[in-house]
């Protein structure tokens, strides 16, 4: 029976053979996978690891202060943030279709991590990737030792020459509640080790329509408001996640005070999942409910109504888009 203390010193040890006195990259998203994955090769390696932070606009309010403050009190690494707001709202720009959406929230990913890589590897010699790939996945993808079990642009035979890497990949004997325990062992902030799931493309698919940055600020300010009130009901456990979504281009009639409004509908989705290929709608307790709706038509100017998905997964996926 490992104990969790023991899987940490286990992968430390490993990382330092692999590695030696190379260096390593790791970029992080913000969830925990990739948080521990780095904060155990910072573990081992120290100041010759350096992780990259993409903001692609489309967070939550407070991710980046999580990750460019809190991870890097928790674990003292180096940190490279790149603010690639406005390329992205560009990319975005007047596109209404999800998957066109992905596509080019993908795309702009990988170009803006690979010219991070590059810059890197133009100061120092970085030779590693770090990737948060966990034992499920390996599993997934048929992958024994060396196959690089890659879902994304993290692929190495999928980097351009110049950018060839080798992966480490602490994390792929470990299941998701291994990990989470390592995170806690290594002094991660709960906020991470315990973050619910979000989507890589983030809210460029919970805006249904086309995405801007009044709209992105609109969504930020009602999700904040839900997840706050979820907080405070000590829900986020019972909770698999509760995506927020902004029907941007549906307009309905409201009242408030004297005055009429013709604002948007913002949809809340809470579901009870297990590994999220099913899904059951969550029963929040109304007074929960009646809070986030009040507080949401009350601080959101743009939102004069909120209403609740009552889909299981099927029909019904866990996004809207
Ligand atoms: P769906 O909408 O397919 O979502 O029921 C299942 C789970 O996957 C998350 N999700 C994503 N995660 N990149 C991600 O990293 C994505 O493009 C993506 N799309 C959906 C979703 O939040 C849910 O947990």
């Known amino acids: 029976q490992w104990t969790t203390s023991s899987i940490v010193e286990e992968q430390v040890k490993r990382i330092r053979e692999q590695i030696g006195d190379g260096r390593a990259i790791c970029g992080l998203s913000g969830g925990v996978d990739s948080a521990v994955a780095a904060a155990l090769v910072q573990r081992a390696i120290g100041d010759r690891l350096t992780c990259v932070f993409v903001d692609h606009g489309l967070l939550r309010a407070g991710e980046r202060t999580q990750v460019e403050r809190d991870f890097v009190a928790a674990t003292g690494v180096n940190l490279v943030t790149i603010d690639a707001r406005e390329r992205f709202l560009d990319a975005l720009a007047g596109v209404t279709d999800p998957e066109q959406k992905r596509k080019i929230i993908g795309r702009e990913f990988i170009r803006v991590f690979e010219q991070a890589e590059r810059d890197l590897k133009a100061e120092g010699d970085y030779k590693f990737l770090v990737q948060g790939t966990l034992y499920p996945d390996v599993v997934e993808s048929g992958g024994g030792e060396g196959t690089a079990n890659i879902k994304s642009h993290h692929n190495v035979g999928g980097l351009p020459d110049d950018l060839q890497f080798e992966l480490v990949e602490p994390l792929r004997l470990l299941f998701?509640?291994?990990?989470?325990?390592?995170?806690?062992?290594?002094?991660?902030?709960?906020?991470?080790?315990?973050?619910?799931?979000?989507?890589?493309?983030?809210?460029?698919?919970?805006?249904?329509?086309?995405?801007?940055?009044?709209?992105?600020?609109?969504?930020?300010?009602?999700?904040?408001?839900?997840?706050?009130?979820?907080?405070?009901?000590?829900?986020?456990?019972?909770?698999?996640?509760?995506?927020?979504?902004?029907?941007?281009?549906?307009?309905?009639?409201?009242?408030?005070?004297?005055?009429r409004t013709y604002g948007h509908p913002v949809v809340l989705r809470p579901v009870s999942s297990e590994d999220a290929m099913t899904a059951d709608w969550t029963r929040l307790p109304y007074d929960v409910l009646e809070r986030i709706s009040t507080r949401i038509t009350n601080e959101v100017p743009e939102v004069n109504r909120v209403v609740l998905d009552v889909t299981s997964k099927p029909p019904g996926t866990i996004e809207w888009e």
């Not at 709960?190 to 600020?217: C, K, M, N, S, W």
């Not at 009602?222 to 909770?239: K, M, Y």
Request: with cysteine; charged share 25%.
């Open 176 to 259: 998701k509640d291994e990990v989470r325990r390592v995170g806690l062992e290594l002094g991660l902030p709960e906020t991470i080790v315990h973050r619910q799931p979000f989507p890589g493309p983030g809210l460029g698919i919970r805006i249904i329509g086309a995405v801007d940055q009044q709209r992105l600020d609109t969504l930020r300010a009602a999700d904040l408001i839900a997840r706050e009130e979820l907080t405070a009901a000590g829900l986020d456990r019972d909770i698999w996640q509760c995506p927020v979504v902004l029907l941007a281009d549906v307009r309905s009639v409201g009242v408030q005070g004297d005055g």
